[in-house]
Structure formats: C-alpha cells, structure tokens
C-alpha cells in the first residue's frame, strides 16, 4: 500500500503520505533508529509499532484532558491518521531532572532534580544540529508571536503534568522529553496543537527505584536492547499484555 501512496515527508524515525481526507495525513513509523543528529544509525526491529502504540496512548490521554493534538486515529501497527499542520520550527523541551546537553552546558550531576520544569528550545535544523535558541531569537525570526510562545509554554507544562503523573504511577520517572507544535487554521481562528510523537524515542524515562534508561540513551549509549526498553514501557503502561506470547489454555484474573 505504501508505494502507491504520495509521499510527503521522510524524517529519521517516520514517514509522512497523503491522508485519505482533505487536511490529513498518515503518519508511518519506521524501525530506524539514529542518535547524535544522525551520525549513528540502526534499524531496531519492532520499535515502530511499539512508538505507534504509545504514541496513540499518550496522544489519546491528552485529548481526554482537553490538550488538543494532532492525532485523530491509529490505523494499524505502525501508521495513524494524523491532522495536517504547520509545523513551528522549534523542538519544545521540557526538563524535570539534568540528563543530557544541560548537565554538560551547566556541570550540573546527572539526575539533580530542577528547581522548577525549565521549558527551551531548539531550532529544527538537522545540518546545524538544532542549536539551542532563546525566546528573543523566535520572536525576531517570526518562528512564532510572543503570544504563541505563551501558548506553547502552557501546553507544554500541562504534557509535562500528564506525562509525569502517568509515568510516576507506574515506577518510571520522567527526566525530560520534547515535543512539536503544530498551528491548524479553522478559517481566520489559528490554534496550537502538540504533534509528531510522545514516544521514548523523545522523552528520557528512568527507573524510579534502579535508574535503569528506558528511552532511546540505550541506544545511544550502547546500554542494552532498545525494543526491551521500549516493550517495558509499554508493558507497564499497559499498552501491551505482559506476554505477547499466544495463550494456549484460559487463564482465571482474579
């Protein structure tokens, strides 16, 4: 089916096609796995659909809270329908803990708890390896208006609230993640939606009790198999059964 189909956009981890409907696409997600914008690459078997599924997962949680996303459908294992949008050209991070670029720019340990959720940005561009930029940079190249960056803060900290809480009750602690905005026009009425992905291909996800890495640092650091990561992921979130092995006679849940 995916030849047939115009393609629109190709990115590291997903491909997007023309949706079935006017202002929509299909959003396919693909087993490739690359780090350090790309400079390391692999296709891990089975991560596309295990990011499908928690992507659905998170995407639909939003919508039942009233943060309004991009996603409208899963379709199958690996693709969902997605509203078309203009993407802003920022990636929006949120930080709980230090991992990462802050603990390298600061000196601050890994794991130090922040003193608040600090909100930054990068610019999306691959050749330039998305610098960090300030809040005056997106204002004076017209990236978005004051009032959007307003937006895109709120939105931004209430996914941090979801994602924290969701994640904390079922032992994972969220360090950071990073999330696209999306602008949809309704005639004149511009809104902010979150789009791409919340998957652990975007977000830093920690044992709470071990520490153990549950995101794509397995990959990047080498620490282990990244579709077990991932399925423990889903498997605690419930996305997935515990065993996806079939079941041979019927099993009593008390």
Partial sequence: MASRRKKVY????????EGTEPGTLIQ????????????????IEGKGVLNNRLSEFFMTGLGAIGVPT?????????EQLIRQVEIIPLEVIVRNFAAGSISKRLGIEEGTALPRPIVEYSYKDDALGDPMVSEEYVIAFGWASQQDLDD???LALRVNDFL????????IKLVDFKIEIGRIWDGDFMRLVVADEISPDSCRLWDVKSGQKLDKDVFRRDLGNLTDAYTEVA??????QASPAPITKPTLIN
Avoid: C, P
């Avoid at 190709?10 to 096609?17: H, N, R, S, T, V």
């Avoid at 396919?28 to 296709?43: I, L, P």
């Avoid at 924290?164 to 032992?171: A, E, K, Q, R, T």
């Fill in 10 to 17: 190709e990115g590291k981890a997903k491909i997007l096609y």
């Fill in 28 to 43: 396919y997600f693909k087993d490739d796995a690359t780090a350090f914008n790309a400079q390391k690459k692999a296709v």
């Fill in 70 to 78: 991009h996603f409208i459908r899963r379709i199958n294992m690996r």
């Fill in 152 to 154: 895109i803060v709120s």
């Fill in 164 to 171: 924290s809480g969701v994640f904390y009750g079922v032992g």
């Fill in 235 to 240: 498997r605690r979130l419930g996305v997935l």
